[in-house]
């Protein structure tokens, strides 16, 4: 949540920040603002709402001069959404502006303590008391008021700091939450997501936690937190900025559904070589992967219901017990866990911090740790034995689309890869399951083909106030999925039921006309899913049913139907989820809802 931009060169900084601050709109804000240093003086200009009245204000960062600066776009934590508590905040004196992504945990202790030595706050923020610490400290030459303010802070803080002394400097600090360090010629950056930054460069720098970073138009010098220079490796961003627009459609999401043939090969074909499975990053020996008795898979929202999928798929081929966990919980728990466990991580972003602590606190009770994320070098990436990357490329609508798809079919691979080496399954079953891996590509952009009434089924539905998703097995984990997507950009509720648990209450709700999405894929279970059908018809449900090509009996069953392309039993939830998705994009879109992005949702939620 939230966006941080960081410029000092030798042109206009203001167009370049709102720039940046564009790029990051996708992460959630309610207001914005940048800071420009000019002839020694630092420029403000902040305000409650999107970032084109910021533009507007400033008619486009052409009325703020200087070639320093520092923006920031807003999700309220402390204080209410207004322009006094946007971003960025300055010190009394005016030497120092500060923009945060975080929570300061200590703030009110830091508050009191500061307004004892006189210091007037003007916003509700916790960020303030940051700007008033570098003020305290300021006797200090700016590099030390820096580090002896950071030392006082507890909680997530990722900075951005603009200063009066020395032409064109900037800070930037990070302890729990991405910051990326950008390399120009004659000019640097830095920003809280590649995205910002790849209009004008694909050389960057990962700071880690605990360390910060000073910025000129000439250099960057990473500092641990004792203040030592430290050197830290460059990365080349491997995608142009292309990636990142809509490419004609609509919207982002729509872009990122219709990308997801193209996600999921970019997934899995490096991984397959020679008809067999290679792993980078995975080094568990044989002796060590039989030592595992448990895994389990933590994540939240999305890519927790991939591992609702992943769940199901491991269980069933490596006979390994497998839970998953909603990280925020399992980080509460005192989870059990040991060296007999592996951990799961799954997080589009790698920034998650709720996933993050959970896999902190299992590595402490010894856990054997792994996550599959799609940012290189982030947070998790970082923290964990093992990284599988799913090279999805940019995401930039909140609602996950090729992020969740990837993740899934990760999982599924590592599912076929686990069982293979455990022993579990034979040659052929390996090459079948393989096989099927390969040809869900394909399978994706069937299940789209497919699908060009979605739109016509939307217009039925999207004025209903609620929409009910049942299933069984694999058809269960997609569910609620399906039914995340639908709430999260239309706004109507929708939830997921296990349909063998309708009887135990959930039939309660069904009246007449009441729609409910029944997903029958999963052919194991394909008649008892008929049964479930049948008894919500009875009591007047409207149906729509997700059915596999040749069903012809469901068909039958439904009031409406959508197909998806038969596959492995395993294998079927990558390409069932699509029409979901199209289905909830096509409903937002009936009910007027901003889809690319949300009320109140963010893309990377890096804070509790």
Known sequence: MCGIVGFTGSRQAAPILLEGLKKLEYRGYDSAGVAVLDNGSISLAKTRGMIKNLC?????????????????????????????????????????????????????????????????????????????????????????????????????????????????????????????????????????????????????????????????????????????????????????????????????MLKEIMEQPRALKATLEPRVKNGDIVLENFELSDEELKDIDKIVITACGSASYAGQVGRYVIEKLCRIPTQVEVASELRYREPIVDHHTLLIAVSQSGETADTIAAIKECKARGARTMAIVNVVGSTIANLVDHVLYTWAGPEVAVATTKGYTTQVAMLDLLAIYLARRLGRIDDERYAQLLTGLQEMPSKIQRAIDLNGHVQYLAERYYSNQAIYFIGRNLDYAVCMEGALKLKEISYIFAEAYAAGELKHGTIALIDQGSPVVALACYEPLFDKMVSNIEEIKARGAKVLAVALEGDKRIISQADDFILIPKSDPLLTPIAEIIPLQLFAYYVAKANGCDIDKPKNLAKSVTVE
């Open 56 to 252: 507007e204000m400033t008619h486009d960062g052409n009325d703020i001069k200087g070639c320093v600066g520092i923006g920031h776009t807003r999700w309220a934590t402390h204080g209410v959404p207004n322009d006094i508590n946007a971003h960025p905040h300055l010190s009394c004196d005016g030497r120092f502006a500060v923009v945060h992504n975080g929570i300061i945990e200590n703030y009110a202790q830091l508050r009191d303590e500061l307004i004892a030595h006189g210091i007037e706050f003007k916003s509700d923020t916790d960020t303030e008391v940051v700007a008033h610490l570098l003020e305290y400290y300021g006797d200090e030459d700016a590099k030390t008021a820096v580090m002896k303010t950071a030392s006082r802070l507890v909680g997530s803080y990722v900075l951005g700091i603009l200063c009066t002394d020395g032409s064109g400097r900037l800070f930037a600090v990070r302890e729990s939450g991405p910051l990326i360090l950008g390399i120009g010629v004659g000019e640097n950056y830095f920003a809280s997501d590649v995205t910002a930054l790849i209009a004008h460069t694909k050389n960057v720098i990962y700071l880690d936690d605990g360390e910060f970073a000073e910025l000129t138009p000439e250099k960057i010098t990473v500092y641990d937190c004792t203040g030592t220079a430290i050197t830290k490796p460059v990365s080349r961003v491997v995608w142009d900025v292309e990636a990142a627009e809509k490419g004609g459609y609509e919207h982002f």
